[in-house]
C-alpha cells in the first residue's frame, strides 16, 4: 500500500470478530474474565488485554497507526508527547549514562531534558546539530543517545538526518527523532536509520486540537522496552484521546496536502509583505511538501498587538497543527523558559511570530495577514 490508502486503512484492534466499521471505544479501565484459567490467557499471551494502564484497543491502535505510517516494527501510544520522549530516554539511558541532545529543542522539551532527566543522573550535552564536528567532538564512552527534531522549531530548520545517523552508527549510539512538525507525510526518519521517533500527537497526528497524545515508534525492542516506562510510570493514553487521535490521522494525508500547498503560498506573499523583516519557510524538506508552519520576524515598528489584534478569524493560541490557521508568539510560549541569551543564540526575537497554517483558502489567509500587518504599522 502507498502512503495516502495505508493512512485511512489501519489495523483495527477490535475485540470481537462482528467488527463495526469504526473502531468503538474501549473506555474501560480493566477486562473482565470468565474465570482464573480464562485470566491466564493473558499471561500466556492468547488475550492482549487485562488493564487498560498496561494496554487498550483504542491506544495500541493509535500506536500501531502511527508506527505503520512511519514504516516502524511497533508504536506505542502514551498521555503526551512530553510522556513519549521520557519513554523514549528512559528505554535507551540508565543513569550515569550521557546523551546529546539538540540546543534548539521544543522548550517543554528541553525543560524535561535539563530538569529531571538530567536529574535522573543522565548526563546531557545540548549541542548545536548543524556543526557535526561538534556533535562528534562530544561523544564520549559514556554517550548512548543523540535526539533531535527533524524539523526545528520556531526557525524551521530541516536536520541532516542521514548524517547523523552515519554519526551515531560509527560510534554505536541510538539516534532518536522528534517528527511532530515534519509528520510521517513528509518525513520518515527511521527509513533514513534513526532507531526511535517520537510524536507530540497533540500536532497534525491528531490535527483538530482536541487531544493531548503522544507516539514513539521504533524496533520492536525498544518500543517494547518504553512501553514497559510507560505503564510504569502510569503515562498511558486514555481510550477516548486514542480514539480521537486514530479519527484525526485518518486524514493526514489530506490535511498535509492542503496545509503545506497554504503554507508555501503565504511564505510566498509574506517574503513581499513590507513590514515583514524576513520569512522562515524551509525549502526541499522532502518531495511532499515543506511542511505547514511558517515563522516571520517583523521589523521593529510593527505592533505586534495590533497584528494579532487584527488577525480577525485568525487567532492566538500557543499550540499549532489544527485544521485553522493559528499564531502564536514562541519568546512568550514555547520558548518562555528559556534564558534572553539562550533565546539571541538560537535566533529567538521579540519580534517573531509563528504561523500554523490551516486548511481555508490560502488566498484569505493571505489577505487576513497582508491587512493585520498594514494596521499594525
Ligand atoms: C508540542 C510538542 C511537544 C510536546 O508535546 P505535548 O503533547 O504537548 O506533550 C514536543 N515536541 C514538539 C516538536 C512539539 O511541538
Request: glycine share 8%; hydrophobic share 40%; with cysteine.
Amino acid at each position: 500500500m502507498k502512503f495516502n490508502t495505508k493512512n485511512v486503512h489501519m489495523k483495527s484492534h477490535q475485540l470481537k470478530t462482528d467488527k463495526s466499521k469504526a473502531t468503538p471505544i474501549y473506555q474501560t479501565s480493566a477486562f473482565a474474565f470468565t474465570d482464573l484459567d480464562d485470566m491466564e490467557t493473558y499471561f500466556n499471551g492468547e488475550k492482549n488485554y487485562l488493564y487498560t494502564r498496561m494496554g487498550n484497543p483504542n491506544t495500541d491502535e493509535l500506536g500501531q497507526a502511527v508506527a505503520d505510517m512511519e514504516n516502524a516494527e511497533a508504536g506505542v501510544a502514551s498521555a503526551s508527547g512530553l510522556s513519549a520522549i521520557l519513554a523514549g530516554f528512559l528505554a535507551v539511558a540508565k543513569p550515569g549514562d550521557h546523551v546529546i541532545v539538540a540546543e534548539d529543542l521544543y522548550g517543554g522539551t528541553f525543560q524535561l531534558i535539563d530538569e529531571e532527566i538530567r536529574g535522573l543522573g543522565i548526563a546531557i550535552d545540548f549541542i548545536d546539530m548543524t556543526n557535526l564536528k561538534a556533535v562528534e567532538d562530544a561523544v564520549t564512552e559514556k554517550t548512548v543517545l543523540i535526539y533531535t527534531e527533524s524539523i526545528t522549531n520556531p526557525l524551521l530548520r530541516v536536520e541532516d538526518l542521514k548524517a547523523l545517523v552515519t554519526l551515531s552508527e560509527k560510534h554505536d549510539l541510538k539516534l532518536m527523532v522528534d517528527n511532530t512538525f515534519a509528520t510521517p507525510y513528509l518525513i520518515r526518519p527511521l527509513e533514513e536509520g534513526a532507531d526511535l521517533v517520537v510524536h507530540s500527537a497533540t500536532k497534525y497526528i491528531g490535527g483538530h486540537s482536541d487531544v493531548t497524545a503522544g507516539v514513539l515508534c521504533g524496533g520492536s525492542e525498544l518500543v517494547q522496552q518504553a512501553r514497559k516506562k510507560i505503564t510504569t510510570l502510569g503515562s498511558n493514553l486514555g481510550p477516548f484521546d486514542g480514539w480521537l487521535a486514530v479519527r484525526g490521522l485518518k486524514t493526514l494525508s489530506l490535511r498535509m496536502r492542503a496545509q503545506c500547498d497554504n503554507a508555501q503560498m503565504l511564505a510566498d506573499a509574506l517574503a513581499l509583505t513590507p513590514g515583514v523583516k524576513r520569512v522562515f519557510y524551509p525549502q526541499g524538506a522532502s518531495d511532499a511538501g515543506n511542511g505547514a508552519i511558517v515563522t516571520i520576524d517583523l521589523e521593529d515598528d510593527i505592533d505586534l498587538n495590533a497584528l494579532t489584534r487584527g488577525l480577525s478569524w485568525i487567532k492566538v493560541v500557543p499550540t499549532l497543527a489544527g485544521v485553522e490557521t493559528t499564531v502564536s508568539y514562541p519568546k512568550g510560549t514555547s520558548h518562555r523558559a528559556l534564558t534572553e541569551t539562550m533565546r539571541q543564540k538560537l535566533g529567538v526575537t521579540a519580534q517573531m511570530i509563528r504561523i500554523s497554517v490551516g486548511i481555508e483558502d490560502g488566498t484569505d489567509i493571505i489577505e487576513a495577514f497582508s491587512e493585520a500587518v498594514k494596521q499594525a504599522r
